[in-house]
């Protein structure tokens, strides 16, 4: 079993940075990729960023150029920087793990999912 847990969540004003992180234990073995996924109010849990294992990344178009996604292969963590915040970006943010070198931007592509950390941006 894999465990992830999230943190740096909270309340900011729009245009306000908050940096996400996300730590995993248990049974990984080999090379995996990660991501993040956001949930609104009433929508459909949708893609955020994706880093392979090679830190190879990929972004929705939504958060292009004001999100940035990083990965510490050694700690088995996985952040998410979120610059110029929004008030659309308000959602509960995920992270989760492939068990494989590149998870991509389905959510079918990840093998385990983090409780989620809740980001709140007000106008």
């Known amino acids: 079993q894999v465990q992830l847990v999230e943190s740096g969540g909270g309340l900011v004003q729009a245009g306000d940075s908050l940096r996400l992180s996300c730590a995993a234990s248990?049974?990984?073995?080999?090379?995996?990729?990660m991501g993040w996924f956001r949930q609104a109010p009433g929508k459909e849990r949708e893609f955020v960023a994706a880093?392979?294992?090679?830190?190879?990344?990929q972004y929705a178009d939504s958060v292009k150029g004001r999100f940035t996604i990083a990965r510490d292969n050694a700690k088995v963590a996985v952040y998410l920087q979120m610059d110029s915040l929004k008030p659309e970006d308000t959602a509960v943010y995920y992270c989760?793990?492939?068990?494989?070198?590149?998870?991509?931007?389905?959510?079918?592509?990840?093998?385990?999912w983090g409780q989620g950390t809740q980001v709140t941006v007000s106008s």
């Open positions: 989760a793990i492939g068990l494989r070198n590149y998870g991509g931007i389905l959510s079918t592509g990840y093998d385990y």
């Open positions: 248990g049974r990984i073995f080999s090379s995996y990729g």
């Open positions: 880093i392979s294992w090679s830190s190879g990344t």
